[in-house]
């Protein structure tokens, strides 16, 4: 079983920084690629950003490319999210999720385990 918990979520002015953390739970951790995305009330949950199992290979959505740098620590069992200049189209809630093809892409069926998400709210 996998256990993915974020945190780092919080209020921040526009143009202020944060940085989630996802901690994972489960011996096969290492082995998978790992991505956020996030939800904002009345719309679909969005990709945001996804980075393979080695570290080596990040994706970004055009949206956040520049501002957000994903990374993990596998022994740590951690993935993070920079965010930078950040928005008030940045609100939502975000989420790490495993991703279970190992592509890294945007497909939300990619996807298998999910945390239960840190809400990020920017003010204008």
């Known amino acids: 079983q996998v256990q993915l918990v974020e945190s780092g979520g919080g209020l921040v002015p526009a143009g202020g920084s944060l940085r989630l953390s996802c901690a994972a739970s489960?011996?096969?951790?290492?082995?998978?690629?790992r991505g956020w995305f996030r939800q904002a009330p009345g719309k679909e949950r969005e990709f945001v950003a996804a980075?393979?199992?080695?570290?080596?290979?990040?994706n970004y959505a055009a949206s956040v490319k520049g501002r957000f740098t994903i990374s993990r620590d596998n022994a740590k069992n951690t993935v993070y999210l920079q965010m930078n200049s950040l928005k008030p189209e940045d609100t939502a809630v975000y989420y790490c999720a495993r991703d279970r093809v190992g592509a890294g892409g945007a497909d939300v069926y990619e996807y298998d385990y999910w945390g239960q998400g840190t809400q990020v709210t920017v003010s204008s």
């Open positions: 489960g011996r096969t951790f290492s082995s998978y690629a």
């Open positions: 980075i393979s199992w080695g570290g080596g290979r990040t």
